[in-house]
């Protein structure tokens, strides 16, 4: 998927370079050229390497299903039908990009987001308007005809998010294995923040599921493709901090062009219509564009425009505007970080045979 060239200076350790910070380091001082997807690559080979994958994720390894000999074309399989869908729907990289995010930020990356229920994660009304479930669903039937009761919807669904993020144009990067499911899904558990929480509250949020500021800033990149209701920005537009006006940060053709787009109230029965994240990527490709938004004030979400006012989450947001490369990297590395939050291995969970269900 990609060629890479490395030129090793020798006083940086193996640790120092499966670090954000060694990275950033190395790129000051201009000792090596060395992408986040290579730190993964190089770093995701041992369970010392804790400065890349939170502490529960080192049991995940590369290449799990062709180690244990249980289904080596795993990969390619997801590969092929995510093609497929894709080629019909574009939509479907930032779908999926959401759910992987209300699975791992909620109760860890168990594939509990997928379960069907009356008080199940998925019906909690912050994770209202999730989709792409059925991208999971014909993955795992095709993967249960070729390697019945083996592969888990939790690494189905890591995998499908890399290769949609792919087909977008975006960065091809190693998915470590080896997840299991969980048995059970709350609505109680859905604590997702406001998007109009503040950046301090933002990193807190983060922080606290064993992310840091750099995963933060990347991941709400994401916000790169797909749409949002009226509903998550009306504050913004009509009563910010309960002023009764808009928040006078945004800039103001942007300010108009979405209150014409969203309404201080809709007609009764109209739908809460649904808007692009990323207004100059309608088409919903792999962008860096969303950066060079915030920073000219013109963020949809009121949780990206608090990026400018962070002097780390400036820089780095400064940093990923003037380079796609650079971006593209860092999202793989905070991608494969969120991927491996409070993951079941072992004995723990189960390997669900239909994603919506429990076994019986």
């Given at each position: 998927?990609?060629?890479?060239?490395?030129?090793?200076?020798?006083?940086?350790?193996?640790?120092?370079?499966?670090?954000?910070?060694?990275?950033?380091?190395?790129?000051?001082?201009?000792?090596?050229?060395?992408?986040?997807?290579?730190?993964?690559?190089?770093?995701?080979?041992?369970?010392e390497a804790t400065g890349l994958l939170p502490p529960e994720s080192t049991p995940l390894i590369r290449h799990y299903y062709k180690v244990h000999n249980t289904c080596a074309n795993v990969e390619p399989f997801v590969r092929h039908q995510v093609k497929s869908l894709y080629d019909k729907d574009k939509t479907?990289?930032?779908?999926?990009?959401?759910?992987?995010?209300?699975?791992?930020?909620?109760?860890?990356?168990?594939a509990s987001i997928l379960l069907d229920g009356d008080n199940t994660e998925k019906k909690s009304p912050k994770n209202r308007g999730l989709a792409a479930f059925a991208v999971i669903d014909i993955a795992k039937k095709v993967i249960e005809a070729r390697c019945p009761g083996v592969v888990s919807c939790a690494?189905?669904?890591?995998?499908?998010?890399?290769?949609?993020?792919?087909?977008?144009?975006?960065?091809?990067?190693?998915?470590?294995?080896?997840?299991?499911?969980?048995?059970?899904?709350?609505?109680?558990?859905?604590?997702?923040?406001?998007?109009?929480?503040?950046?301090?509250?933002?990193?807190?949020?983060?922080?606290?599921?064993?992310?840091?500021?750099?995963?933060?800033?990347?991941?709400?990149?994401?916000?790169?493709?797909?749409?949002?209701?009226?509903?998550?920005?009306?504050?913004?537009?009509?009563?910010?901090?309960?002023?009764?006006?808009?928040?006078?940060?945004?800039?103001?053709?942007?300010?108009?062009?979405?209150?014409?787009?969203?309404?201080?109230?809709?007609?009764?029965?109209?739908?809460?219509?649904?808007?692009?994240?990323?207004?100059?990527?309608?088409?919903?490709?792999?962008?860096?564009?969303?950066?060079?938004?915030?920073?000219?004030?013109?963020?949809?979400?009121?949780?990206?425009?608090?990026?400018?006012?962070?002097?780390?989450?400036?820089?780095?947001?400064?940093?990923?505007?003037?380079?796609?490369?650079?971006?593209?990297?860092?999202?793989?590395?905070?991608?494969?970080?969120?991927?491996?939050?409070?993951?079941?291995?072992?004995?723990?969970?189960?390997?669900?045979?239909?994603?919506?269900?429990?076994?019986?």
């Amino acid at each position: 998927m990609f060629t890479i060239t490395m030129h090793f200076h020798q006083r940086y350790t193996y640790f120092s370079i499966c670090t954000y910070q060694g990275y950033k380091k190395m790129k000051r001082e201009g000792s090596l050229f060395l992408s986040f997807i290579v730190i993964l690559a190089v770093c995701g080979a041992g369970v010392e390497a804790t400065g890349l994958l939170p502490p529960e994720s080192t049991p995940l390894i590369r290449h799990y299903y062709k180690v244990h000999n249980t289904c080596a074309n795993v990969e390619p399989f997801v590969r092929h039908q995510v093609k497929s869908l894709y080629d019909k729907d574009k939509t479907i990289a930032p779908k999926l990009i959401k759910l992987l995010y209300a699975d791992c930020m909620v109760n860890g990356c168990d594939a509990s987001i997928l379960l069907d229920g009356d008080n199940t994660e998925k019906k909690s009304p912050k994770n209202r308007g999730l989709a792409a479930f059925a991208v999971i669903d014909i993955a795992k039937k095709v993967i249960e005809a070729r390697c019945p009761g083996v592969v888990s919807c939790a690494d189905i669904l890591n995998i499908a998010v890399r290769d949609a993020v792919y087909f977008s144009g975006g960065p091809s990067y190693p998915v470590f294995l080896g997840r299991r499911d969980g048995r059970k899904s709350d609505a109680a558990w859905v604590d997702l923040p406001s998007p109009s929480i503040s950046w301090e509250s933002a990193l807190k949020y983060f922080t606290d599921k064993g992310l840091n500021l750099q995963d933060m800033v990347t991941l709400l990149g994401g916000h790169m493709m797909g749409r949002t209701r009226c509903s998550n920005i009306l504050d913004r537009l009509y009563d910010f901090n309960k002023t009764g006006k808009p928040d006078p940060t945004m800039e103001p053709t942007t300010l108009s062009i979405l209150q014409k787009q969203c309404p201080k109230k809709v007609k009764l029965g109209q739908p809460n219509p649904l808007i692009n994240l990323n207004p100059d990527n309608p088409t919903h490709k792999f962008t860096n564009s969303y950066y060079s938004r915030v920073l000219a004030s013109k963020s949809v979400l009121g949780v990206d425009q608090q990026l400018l006012y962070g002097t780390d989450t400036h820089d780095l947001t400064d940093e990923y505007a003037n380079g796609l490369e650079d971006f593209k990297g860092g999202f793989a590395y905070s991608m494969s970080r969120m991927g491996g939050l409070k993951v079941l291995t072992g004995k723990n969970g189960e390997i669900r045979k239909n994603c919506h269900v429990v076994n019986k």
